[in-house]
C-alpha cells in the first residue's frame, strides 16, 4: 500500500521547547492513532504536515508530495479539524460546509452537493439550517468534521476530535472516525490523549513521547495476548472450589475480582482449555466465559 | 492512490433493499447510496480567492449572515443614498441648472455615515475569522495567507466602493434626467470616481488593519472611529489654525495625516472646491497622491504580513 505521510527527521524547535525531536515515521492508509501526552508534539506536526507551520530541520511527505514546495497541492488533498473551537456562531452549518467545499476549489454546484452529502454523512440533520453558535459541543464537533470532509480529501487530520464530548457523542464521533477510515476509503490520522478510544478504532498506532517516536506499530500488536486465560464460573461458591480443583491438576489459578486468571501454558501436557472445561465439568458449575486476556494500550505505558 | 478498493463507494448496507429490486412498477425508494468520491474538477486558487471576495462582499453587507447582522449596514446605506434620492427629486421636479452638491464633495458631506460602515463592517471580515478560530480552517486550505488577506481587503474595498459610488451613480442619472451638460457632468463624475477609489482603498486599509489586530467587534470599530472620525477633526482643527495666524504650510502638511483630509485636499484640487490650505505647489500635490496610494499599500502589506504570521502560529 501507499505511504500516506513520510517523514524524515522532522524538527521542530520553537526555541525554549523543541516540539519535535528528528522524528522519522510512516504513515500507511487506514486509520492511525497518534497518541501522546499534552506537549508531546501531535499538534505541531499535523500543522506541519499541512505546511502552516515550517519545520526547523527534516523533510516531509504528504500524500507524496513535499510539504515545503508543494503546500497548497497538500491543503487542497488534506481535511483538517482542528483541536479549538474554529465556527462562526452566525452561520448555519449548511453554509458553512458549502462556502469551505468551496475554499477548497469546489464549483458552487458541487460543493452544495457535497456539503448536502456529509452532512447527511456525520449525522446534522434539520439542525443544519440553524446558526452554529446554538449548537452543542457534540454538534460542533460534527460540523467541523463535515467541513473537513467536505471536499473529498484523501487524508483526514482529526486533532482530538472526541475532546469535551459527553459519552454518547463520543461513542458516536468514533463511529464516525471509524467508517471515514473503513466504508469512506480515506486515510485518517486522529490524535487523542485518552489511549482507550484509540485502542477501538485505530488500526495503527503512533507513539510520540517529548516530541520524539516511542513506538509504531499496528494497534493489535500493542495488544497482544499476554498469555493469561480469564476463567468465569458461576456455581455454589464456584470461585474457590475451581480454584482448589484446578491446583489438584497442577494449575495454578490467581483470583481477579469476580474471575480468575490461569496462566496458558501452565499445563504440562495437553491443552489447558480441555483442562479447565474438564474441570469445571466435573465440579459441576456453569463454565461462563473462557478468554485471552488481551493487553489494554495503558499497559504499554505502564511498562515503559 | 488509485486503490480501486480505495476508490469504491462503501458496500450498500445488508438491512437495505437492492436498489435494483426495490422499485416495482417504477415506485420511488430513497437509497442510503454510502459514501460517494468526488471526481469533478477542482479550481485553481485564483478561482478560490475571487469566490471568497465575492463571500465576503455579501458578508459585509449582512447577505448570507443572520437576519440582525443585516440591518446596520443597509440602515448606512440607506441613509448614505438619502440625500442623493431628495436631490433627485428635487431635480426631477423643479428642474435645476446645476447639481446642489459636486459629486466628490458628497462623500466629504456623509463621512462620518461612511467611517460608521467602515468601521462596523470591517470586523466582519476580519475580526470574526480570527476570534472564532476559522482563520485555522481557511489556512488550512489551498489559498495562501498572503491572498486570504488580499481577498478580505478587496472584500472590504469593493463594500466600500458600493456604498461611496451608488450616490453618485445616482446623481449622475440625475443629472442626465434633468438634462445637464453630459461633458461636463461625466468628467466631474469620473473625477469623483477616482478620488472615491482612492479613498475607499485606504479606508479599507486603514480599517483593516486595526480590525486584524483586535479580535474584539466592539473595540475594533471604536478604535477606526476614533482614528478616522477624531484624526480627520484633528487635522481640520490645525488647518483652520494655521490659516488663522497664515501659515498654511502647516495645515497642508497636516492634511497627509488622515484619508478624509487626503480626500479633501486632492477633491479641492481637481475640483476647485473651496476647503481650508488646499495642497499648492506641484510637489505637495504629488505628496497628496502618493502618500493616499501608499497608505493603501503600506496597509494591505502590514495585512499579509499579519496573516502570515497567523498561519505560522
Known amino acids: 500500500m501507499d505511504v500516506v505521510v513520510r517523514t524524515q527527521g522532522l524538527t521542530k524547535d520553537y526555541g525554549p521547547v523543541l516540539a519535535l525531536d528528528s522524528l522519522d515515521l510512516e504513515i500507511g492508509p487506514g486509520i492511525t492513532g497518534l497518541v501522546g501526552a499534552n506537549g508531546a508534539g501531535k499538534s505541531t506536526l499535523l500543522k506541519i504536515l499541512l505546511g502552516l507551520v515550517p519545520a526547523t530541520s527534516g523533510r516531509a511527505t504528504v500524500l507524496g508530495h513535499d510539504i515545503v514546495e508543494q503546500g497548497p ?13 474554529s465556527l462562526p456562531p452566525d452561520v448555519s452549518a449548511s453554509d458553512f460546509t458549502v462556502h469551505m467545499a468551496m475554499m477548497s476549489g469546489l464549483p458552487r454546484v458541487a460543493a452544495r452537493e457535497r456539503a448536502a452529502e456529509v452532512l447527511r454523512h456525520v449525522g446534522l440533520a434539520e439542525e443544519r ?52 477510515g473503513r466504508d469512506f476509503g480515506i486515510a485518517v490520522i486522529v490524535t487523542s490523549h485518552l489511549l482507550g478510544e484509540l485502542e477501538r478504532v485505530s488500526d495503527n498506532l503512533v507513539v510520540l513521547d517529548g516530541g520524539t517516536l516511542l513506538r509504531a506499530s499496528r494497534t493489535d500488536e500493542f495488544l497482544d495476548a499476554t498469555g493469561v486465560l480469564l476463567v468465569e464460573v458461576l456455581g455454589d461458591d464456584a470461585q474457590t472450589r475451581m480454584s482448589e480443583g484446578l491446583a489438584r491438576r497442577g494449575v495454578t489459578a490467581t483470583p481477579r475480582g469476580s474471575l480468575l486468571t490461569v496462566g496458558a501454558q501452565s499445563a504440562g501436557a495437553g491443552d489447558v482449555h480441555d483442562l479447565i472445561r474438564d474441570t469445571a465439568s466435573d465440579l459441576g458449575l456453569g463454565l461462563v466465559r473462557l478468554q485471552v486476556d488481551h493487553r489494554r494500550i495503558e499497559d504499554v505505558f505502564a511498562d515503559d | 492512490m488509485t486503490d480501486p478498493a480505495l476508490s469504491d463507494p462503501a458496500l450498500p448496507d445488508p438491512a437495505l433493499p437492492d436498489p435494483s429490486t426495490a422499485t416495482p412498477a417504477g415506485g420511488s425508494v430513497i437509497h442510503d447510496l454510502g459514501y460517494r468520491p468526488y471526481t469533478g474538477p477542482r479550481l485553481a486558487p485564483p478561482a478560490i480567492a475571487r469566490s471568497l471576495v465575492v463571500t465576503g462582499l455579501r458578508n459585509a453587507f449582512g447577505l448570507g449572515r443572520s437576519g440582525r447582522s443585516k440591518v446596520l449596514p443597509f440602515v448606512l446605506l440607506a441613509f448614505n443614498l438619502m440625500p442623493a434620492l431628495i436631490i433627485g427629486g428635487v431635480m426631477v421636479f423643479v428642474g435645476l441648472d446645476r447639481l446642489p452638491i459636486g459629486y466628490a464633495q458628497y462623500a466629504s458631506t456623509t463621512q462620518v455615515l461612511l467611517g460608521i460602515f467602515v468601521a462596523s463592517q470591517a470586523p466582519v471580515l476580519f475580526s470574526r475569522d480570527l476570534r472564532h478560530g476559522t482563520i485555522a480552517l481557511y489556512l488550512a486550505r489551498p489559498l495562501p495567507a498572503a491572498a486570504y488577506a488580499v481577498s478580505r481587503w478587496a472584500s472590504l474595498l469593493g463594500a466600500t466602493l458600493v456604498f461611496l459610488l451608488s450616490p453618485i451613480l445616482l446623481l449622475y442619472a440625475v443629472s442626465l434626467l434633468g438634462e445637464l451638460d453630459v461633458t461636463d457632468q461625466t468628467r466631474d463624475a469620473g473625477i469623483a470616481i477616482g478620488l472615491a477609489v482612492l479613498l475607499a482603498m485606504s479606508l479599507a486599509g486603514v480599517a483593516g488593519v486595526i480590525a486584524s489586530w483586535s479580535t474584539r467587534r466592539g473595540f475594533a470599530v471604536v478604535a477606526t472611529i476614533a482614528v478616522l472620525l477624531i484624526g480627520n477633526g484633528i487635522v481640520t482643527a490645525i488647518q483652520g489654525i494655521s490659516q488663522e495666524v497664515g501659515k498654511p504650510l502647516v495645515g497642508e502638511v497636516a492634511e497627509l495625516f488622515s484619508p478624509y483630509s487626503l480626500y479633501r485636499g486632492l477633491m479641492s484640487m481637481w475640483t476647485g472646491f473651496d476647503a481650508p490650505t488646499p495642497p499648492t505647489g506641484v510637489v505637495m500635490q504629488t505628496a497628496y497622491v502618493v502618500v493616499f496610494v ?13 496573516y502570515r504570521t497567523v498561519a505560522s502560529a
Open chain 1, 73 to 85: 497541492a497538500i491543503r487542497a488533498m488534506v481535511g483538517y479539524l482542528p483541536e479549538h473551537d
Open chain 1, 129 to 180: 439550517y440553524r446558526p452554529m453558535g446554538g449548537y452543542s459541543t457534540g454538534m460542533k464537533q460534527k460540523a467541523k468534521l463535515a467541513q473537513a470532509l467536505a471536499h473529498d480529501p484523501r487524508l483526514v487530520l482529526l486533532d482530538e476530535p472526541t475532546n469535551g464530548l459527553d459519552p454518547a457523542a463520543r461513542d458516536e464521533m468514533l463511529g464516525l472516525v471509524q467508517r471515514i
Open chain 2, 294 to 306: 501608499a497608505l493603501a499599500g503600506g496597509c494591505l502589506a502590514t495585512l499579509v504580513h499579519r
